[in-house]
């Protein structure tokens, strides 16, 4: 099929719900996307920070692979060894108090289980998360959403959520009541345009969270599995090595297999007991797979030091061009903030072959590359950038 014939039809049957790039995309392999026509772009948005091990990674295809000819699903009710080693797996990569995983099939069905986790340790149940923050598309996590007009569309709203500033812990304090079960944020904000708050902040929010007997619940969906150039922002230096009570994950967790996890302290799991959560298919043995081939490849190819190593020489290369005025984030979620609109840039790059992302900040470009990006890409991103004047 032609690329407008593809077109036509998936606009034709499909509902339109997203601007879509207009490219038939066929092919991915690293940090490539082949289109229907042969050409190659330069993904730096890693398929919504998804293909975080790179597209189709061989080593994840070929663990996805074997797990199919064996037995594609059965659910929890039965033990999987692949299922055991991937939570295993999982744990041993977070830190320290994490030890158990509830596993998921998306970013917003983690944080819905990690709110409810809360309010069953806590047996209250207000949540307070923050201005900027986007936590998902279902009921309770589009109700924590404080970003643009999602609670709107979510409504009616789930009730009982408390919004505060992100960045100000009296704003916090000022609603951290015993009525309160979580305080909920992404440590980064990345839709918001790639927000951080100062270090203090976050040991204030657990200081906070254990006088009050509060859960604190880190949504790292985006800043999860290496991204930050760290396993888990949680823990990290540049999280001031605060560890929450549940880390919520998906996104590049399958490197394209749907799942979610929510990874939890011993304290929150010893308040949750059988039947209190379910699903049909988190847990299943292809997404299993897709996880234990995800960290591994992350391990073995030693993509962590990778983004460390990528992300100072992309700094420096970005000095020089003049049209940007800041560079904010960690590793491979970075925002670019421009003089002007950042849209323009995005839309001028893909013309170049360069897929960025855009932000509900109308000046930052996103960038959320797989996390084999190469030096050598780096330099063809830059240099686009510069000869766009
Ligand atoms: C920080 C964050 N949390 C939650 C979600 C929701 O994840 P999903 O789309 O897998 O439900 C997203 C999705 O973009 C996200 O960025």
């Known amino acids: 099929m032609s690329f407008t014939e593809t077109a036509a039809l998936e606009d034709r049957y499909q509902l339109a719900t997203y601007k879509k790039i207009p490219i038939v995309a066929e092919r991915g392999e690293g940090v490539w996307i082949y289109a229907s026509g042969g050409e190659r772009y330069l993904d730096l948005y890693g398929g919504h920070a998804v293909a975080g091990t790179g597209h189709c990674h061989p080593d994840v295809v070929a663990a996805i692979r074997a797990q199919a000819e ?179 994950l998906a996104k590049a967790l399958g490197s394209g297999i749907p799942v979610g996890a929510c990874l939890v302290s011993n304290e929150i799991a010893l308040h949750i007991k059988e039947n209190d959560l379910g699903t049909t298919f988190g847990g299943g043995m292809i997404a299993m797979a897709a996880v234990t081939a995800t960290l591994e490849a992350i391990e073995n190819d030693g993509m962590l030091a990778n983004v460390r190593d990528v992300e100072a020489y992309l700094r420096e290369r970005l000095k020089e061009v003049e049209q940007i005025v800041s560079v904010r984030g960690r590793g491979f979620l970075l925002g670019l903030e ?52």
């Not at 990006?373 to 510069?386: I, N, P, Q, S």
Request: aromatic share 8%; proline share 3%.
């Open 338 to 389: 421009f003089a002007g609109q950042a849209r323009p840039v995005h839309e001028a790059l893909l013309e170049r072959q360069i897929i960025t992302g855009t932000s509900s900040d109308a000046n930052v470009l996103r960038l959320l590359p797989p996390l084999c990006l190469g030096k050598e890409e780096v330099d063809l991103f830059v240099d686009a950038l510069e000869g766009l004047g």
């Open 70 to 248: 064996q037995l594609l699903f059965y659910s929890n009710l039965v033990y999987s060894e692949t299922r055991a080693r991937a939570a295993e797996k999982l744990v041993s990569v977070a830190p320290a108090s994490i030890t158990q995983a509830f596993f998921c099939n998306s970013g917003t069905e983690a944080n819905e289980n990690a709110m409810r986790m809360a309010r069953m340790k806590t047996g209250r149940e207000r949540i307070i998360t923050f201005s900027g923050g986007f936590h998902g598309r279902t009921a309770d996590a589009i109700s924590a959403t404080f970003l643009g007009r999602y609670r709107e569309i979510g409504k009616p709203n789930v009730p009982g959520h408390l919004q505060a500033e992100f960045g100000d812990i009296d704003s916090v304090r000022a609603v951290a009541d015993e009525s309160v079960a979580a305080i909920m944020l992404e440590p980064i904000q990345s839709m918001a345009g790639v927000r951080m708050a100062g270090l203090d902040f976050y040991r204030a929010l657990r200081q906070l969270c254990d006088e009050r007997q509060i859960v604190l619940i880190y949504d790292e969906v985006q800043t999860g599995v290496g991204r930050t150039g760290e396993w888990f922002f949680a823990g990290s230096e540049a999280g001031n090595r605060v560890v929450p009570d549940i880390i919520t």
